[in-house]
């Protein structure tokens, strides 16, 4: 049973919806000196965000992105990959030599990873919350305790709140070998579609490796049917430590009025679960882009969302958010410093 600090966080938010901001808002854009809304997707960005924040002339200068980190029980089913390989993601993103590193350099974004459930040793640098060395294998028991899924929320609930007061806007990311099949699984038993609709087929990765991974989603979907009646029996039989967390996080970001850029499936599985605790979460949450992949098309359809950016990406640990934070900050930039300079009425 999900907390009671999850329960009344999750109960207090409402819409951000405004219709005399909206308006403002929408003043705001069509006073500049060109064509109404021809920058397209960036105004109605602007417009986002601007309700979100509560204001017509939002400040957009601390950017912030979050990389929760968990390892999978799940890969004991699958050859390859596992802690090792979550470990070297982890050390590349602490180490500054991610591609998501890389553009948070070049645009002010001060990074962070929160480690709630690796499988090693802590590693320095990183914001340490362990939970357990990682979820249990979904395929042959529910992957979380209660107890865990709980302490999980509770950190991103708490880091939301913490998070609020450093940022203007924050990316949110995922770093873990398996998260995308605890997402899958997870996305599957909220969404009643088929593993095939919801499993990553990333490029260079076999039909029978391909198949195997569906085997294991189907497989650990309907071993947990019963359990899969709430969403919080959901996250707990097949979701992830950092998946959990991601998921509080968006409750605690929302009820803050903190805009939170998502990237990829993980964090968007733990978008769909935000949206069943509190549907209006959602409002909250701007999604970065669309991945080469017909599995987290489903997902953006599942919520009802659209994108910012559909440029063929499929670079991870928060690669997306950041180009979503920089599509943003393009969007606030040129709707609140241009100015007409031409001297007529």
């Known amino acids: 049973m999900i907390s009671a600090k999850l329960r009344a966080t999750a109960g207090a938010i409402r819409p951000l ?5 909206a308006d403002a808002l929408d003043a705001q854009v069509r006073k500049q000196p060109r064509r109404a809304f021809s920058l397209g997707q960036l105004d109605r960005l602007f417009i986002h965000f601007g309700l979100i924040r ?7 200068h601390r ?33 500054g030599g991610s591609a998501a ?3 948070c350099r070049q645009s002010g974004i ?22 357990a060395p990682g979820t ?37 990311a995922q770093i873990g070998a398996g998260g995308d099949l605890a997402a899958a699984a997870l996305i599957s038993a909220l969404s009643g579609r088929d593993a095939a609709e919801t499993t990553l087929h990333p490029e260079g990765v076999s039909h029978f490796d391909y198949a195997r991974s569906l085997h294991c ?9 019963s359990e899969s009646v709430s969403h919080f029996g959901s996250l707990r039989a097949l979701g992830g430590l950092e998946i959990a967390a991601m998921a509080g996080f968006l409750l605690g970001a929302a009820s803050r009025r903190l805009p939170v850029v998502i990237d990829g499936l993980a964090a968007g599985a733990a978008a769909a679960v935000a949206r069943a605790m509190a549907p209006d979460a959602l409002d ?31 670079e991870a640990a928060g690669f997306g958010s950041v180009l979503g934070i920089q599509a943003l900050e393009l969007a606030v930039l040129l709707n609140l410093e241009i100015r007409d300079l031409t001297g007529t009425p």
């Open 136 to 172: 249990m294998n979904m395929t042959r028991g529910a992957a979380m305790t209660e107890e865990q899924v709980n302490a999980a929320l509770e950190i991103g609930l708490h880091l939301a709140g913490e998070t609020a007061v450093r940022f203007d806007v924050v990316g949110l």
């Open 284 to 314: 909250a949450m701007i999604f970065s882009h669309r991945l080469p992949d017909a599995a987290h098309a489903s997902l953006l359809k599942f919520l009802a969302v659209e994108p910012l950016l559909d440029l063929q990406i499929s």
């Open 54 to 60: 509560g204001s017509s002339t939002p400040a957009l």
């Open 217 to 225: 989603v189907r497989s650990a979907v309907i071993r947990h049917q």
């Open 101 to 103: 590193q890389v553009l």
């Open 17 to 21: 919806m405004d219709r005399n901001l």
């Open 63 to 95: 950017k912030g992105l979050i990389a929760f980190a968990g390892d999978h029980g799940v890969l004991d089913e699958l050859d390859g990959g596992g802690p090792e390989q979550t470990l070297r993601e982890v050390r590349q993103f602490l180490r």
């Open 110 to 131: 001060e990074p962070l990873l929160v480690n709630v459930g690796l499988a090693g040793e802590e590693e320095p640098g990183a914001l340490n919350f362990p939970i």
